[in-house]
Each structure stands twice: as structure tokens, then as C-alpha cells.
């Protein structure tokens, strides 16, 4: 059974530094492209951020760019997001996602619980 | 980017009626629609597919159609555990990945 756990979600001040990650298991990691989906308190789904199985390639929204970075440790079976120069409009459940394929990032097969993250002073 | 606009933004219906839900993108992304849907607290749940294929485990009552700009998603006959919201998604090649932003199936 696949299983995405997040953690390292909190409070955080604007400005601030953040780490999420995602331990994936139930599927062979390394052969799957990745992805970092928030949803704003009582608001819609924005993608942020993907990386593809081998991390050669990796995307970001707009909103997030020079900010996030996403990565993956292949020998842990965890993605990571690193958050920088946090704002208040970063505050949102984050949601670790796979990809059922290696490079094509199309949709999503699998979710995690998701990890809070506010952003507040 | 491309923009996915989803109608109607709650959707009033009873158990044992058909519902269909709109998802209009602003430009062409061939067949590359999927459709989620979300209950309160859980995570999204994928339920089609490149338009029209459903999931791994999603029952025969959803189905999905169209292609290019607009795309549908049917419910044949609400379910009680069908009252959710009702996410559009699409990725194309050189495009940013965006989702719409939602219907809500309540009970009427």
C-alpha cells in the first residue's frame, strides 16, 4: 500500500525558514516523479512545486520561485520542500503527491495527509 | 499559465440524481484533464484521468468527457458519500500545472 507521510509543518514567522518532507513508502521511490500541492485555509488546491524520479528536472510556481526548493533523498525514500522568506500567503496544508510515472508530471495517484504550515508574526 | 474555470460553484442535489460539472480551460490542453475530489479534512482523491479514464478502484457512476477546452465530469446517480468538492487539473508540456477552482456537490 502506498503511504506519503508529511512532516515538519508549524508556526513560523514571516521571513522565516521552513523544511517539509515526505516519507514515501509502498512503492519503489526512485522510479517516480514527485510533487508539493497546498490549499489555503477554506480555499482551492495550488500546485507548488515537482521533480522528476531522478531529480534531473524540478518546477516551481511562480508564486513560490527563488523561495522553495524541492529535493529528494533516494536512499531515505523522502522529499523534501525548503521554504525561505516565508509570507503570510504561504499559509496553507501541504500535500506530498506522487506521480505515476517517472517524468511526466500529468496528475496525481497518491496523497499524503497533508502538514500545516502558518505563517504568522 | 493556463486558467481552469469550473461550473457551477455549488451544486444543490439529492441522492439518486445525476450531476455534471463543467471544467472550461482558457486554452487547449488536449485530452491532459484530471478530476479530484475532496472531503472535509482528507486529502484529494483522483478520480479521472487524461479526460475520460477513472482511476484505479473509482466506481463506473463517474465518468469524465471532452477534450481540447471543455471537459465534464458525470455523476450517474449521487451517492450519499459522492457530497464533496470536485477539483479540475491540467498539466501540458511547457505549462504550469493548475487546478480549478472547485465545485461543491451539497445535498439539496
Known amino acids: 500500500e502506498v503511504q506519503l507521510l508529511e512532516s515538519g509543518g508549524g508556526l513560523v514567522q514571516p521571513g522565516g525558514s521552513l523544511r517539509l518532507s515526505c516519507a514515501a513508502s509502498g512503492f519503489t521511490f526512485s522510479n517516480y516523479a514527485m510533487s508539493w500541492v497546498r490549499q489555503a485555509p477554506g480555499k482551492g488546491l495550488e500546485w507548488v512545486s515537482a521533480?522528476?524520479?531522478?531529480?534531473?528536472?524540478?518546477y516551481y510556481a511562480d508564486s513560490v520561485k527563488g523561495r522553495f526548493t524541492i529535493s529528494r533523498d533516494g536512499s531515505k525514500n523522502t522529499l523534501y520542500l525548503q521554504m525561505n522568506s516565508l509570507r503570510t500567503e504561504d499559509t496553507a496544508v501541504y500535500y506530498c503527491?506522487?506521480?505515476?510515472?517517472?517524468?511526466?508530471?500529468?496528475?496525481?495517484?497518491?496523497w499524503g495527509q497533508g502538514t500545516l504550515v502558518t505563517v504568522s508574526s | 499559465e493556463i486558467v481552469l474555470t469550473q461550473s457551477p460553484a455549488t451544486l444543490s442535489l439529492s441522492p439518486g440524481e445525476r450531476a455534471t460539472l463543467s471544467c472550461r480551460a482558457s486554452?487547449?490542453?488536449?485530452?491532459?484533464l484530471a478530476w479530484y475530489q475532496q472531503k472535509p479534512g482528507q486529502a484529494p482523491r483522483l478520480l479521472i484521468y487524461?479526460?475520460?479514464n477513472r482511476a484505479t478502484g473509482i466506481p463506473a457512476r463517474f465518468s469524465g468527457s471532452g477534450s481540447g477546452t471543455d471537459f465534464t465530469l458525470t455523476i450517474s446517480s449521487l451517492e450519499p458519500e459522492d457530497f464533496a468538492i470536485y477539483y479540475c487539473?491540467?498539466?501540458?508540456?511547457?505549462?504550469?500545472?493548475?487546478f480549478g477552482g472547485g465545485t461543491k456537490v451539497e445535498i439539496k
Open positions: 521533480m522528476t524520479d531522478t531529480g534531473a528536472s524540478t
Open positions: 487539473q491540467q498539466r501540458t508540456d511547457s505549462q504550469a500545472l493548475t
Open positions: 487524461d479526460a475520460s
Open positions: 503527491a506522487k506521480a505515476p510515472s517517472s517524468s511526466s508530471i500529468r496528475r496525481f495517484d497518491h
Open positions: 486554452q487547449s490542453v488536449s485530452n491532459y
